[in-house]
């Protein structure tokens, strides 16, 4: 006769390391994550390209935003691709204006290695792109960069 | 005189801990924009003094590759209608000349591309153009590293990559748009 096994519970798995695993986890986070500081307002969708660069400091980055304005402002704005800088609509003739602001939140050793990022929409046109690119090389804002993302083919 | 028993401070309750930190840990998780903000970089020329006199430096003909591009996105290379697809392969052959081909450049030290668009064109092609001849100095100063040096670009000292980067020097020039017509 076989002795009948006294029936074990599985034992119960420690859950004490969980709360430093989740903590670990979200220090990660905590550190990585940068709060979106500007509300889109105009729809982008950058082109892609190969030979793209990253953006260094992004503390020393102002940006551009150049698109069509998205679905909610369609009707006051209508659909010609247009600048947006900080939070609001503008036009290219106040981007000097807005670069002088940028300029004056950074001490003056930092001014020198200030970027513009334009993030312009592949659908734009050159036209609008140009006056913000003149309107840059009046306020000798000089660093530029065409915010793209990766294309892996190659022509 | 009866002693008291030594309590020792009672314990933390730890058990919801894991909870508060997984509701941060969501929190952090859906606000976080992994923005990789990537380009390409670009120097703009300074602006030209307005006192200053126009200084039409001319350059010999066969140093300059002229890119045209009109507002139905078309390219014009040297006259010549081109897709973006060869115009890397093209540049490349204009910057090295390794045939010595009277029609392109001296040296690569003193070719010179200069861009011209409309102000129709579209942003992706321009986006595009730039790119193919930024990767074209960009093969040219590879394919340097590799024949004099046997290593790849990113591999050499610091003084070796500057030499090559300046002896395969990108100078685009762009020309003001000019509105030629179409949207």
Do not use: C, W
Not at chain 1, 23 to 52: G, S, Y
Not at chain 2, 90 to 105: C, G, W
């Amino acid at each position: 006769m076989k002795l009948e096994k006294k029936k074990k519970p599985t034992p119960a798995i420690s859950t004490s390391a969980l709360p430093d695993i989740v903590f670990m986890l979200l220090f990660f986070f905590m550190v990585t994550t940068v709060m979106r500081q500007t509300d889109l307002k105009v729809k982008v969708v950058v082109p892609q390209a190969t030979e793209i660069q990253k953006l260094e400091k992004k503390s020393l980055v102002s940006y551009i935003y150049i698109g069509s304005p998205s679905d909610n402002y369609k009707a006051k704005f209508g659909t010609a691709p247009r600048v947006q800088l900080n939070d609001a609509f503008a036009t290219p003739k106040q981007v000097p204006e807005f670069i002088e602001k940028e300029r004056a939140a950074r001490s003056e050793a930092e001014v020198p290695f200030l970027t513009t990022s334009i993030k312009a929409d592949r659908d734009a046109k050159m036209g609008i792109v140009t006056d913000v690119k003149q309107e840059l090389r009046k306020v000798n804002a000089l660093k530029l960069n065409y915010s793209s993302s990766k294309r892996s083919e190659v022509y | 005189m009866a002693k008291k028993k030594d309590r020792g401070t009672p314990e933390v309750n730890a058990g919801s801990m894991a909870d508060i930190a997984f509701l941060l840990l969501i929190f952090f998780l859906v606000t976080t924009t992994i923005d990789t903000d990537k380009g390409i970089a670009i120097r703009l020329p300074p602006m030209p003094e307005p006192d200053q006199p126009e200084n039409n430096i001319k350059l010999k003909e066969r140093n300059v590759l002229k890119v045209l591009v009109n507002a139905a996105d078309q390219l014009l290379v040297d006259g010549k209608p081109l897709s973006i697809k060869e115009l890397k392969k093209t540049a490349k052959e204009f910057i090295d000349n390794p045939m010595k081909d009277p029609t392109k450049a001296e040296s690569p030290l003193k070719a010179v591309i200069s861009l011209k668009n409309d102000r129709g064109t579209s942003y992706n092609l321009y986006i595009q153009v730039h790119n193919e001849l930024k990767a074209a100095y960009n093969e040219l100063r590879e394919a340097k590293a590799q024949n004099d040096y046997g290593k790849s670009l990113e591999k050499l000292p610091e003084a070796q990559q500057e030499e090559i980067r300046n002896y395969y020097r990108q100078v685009i020039s762009e020309a003001e748009p000019e509105d030629l017509g179409g949207n």
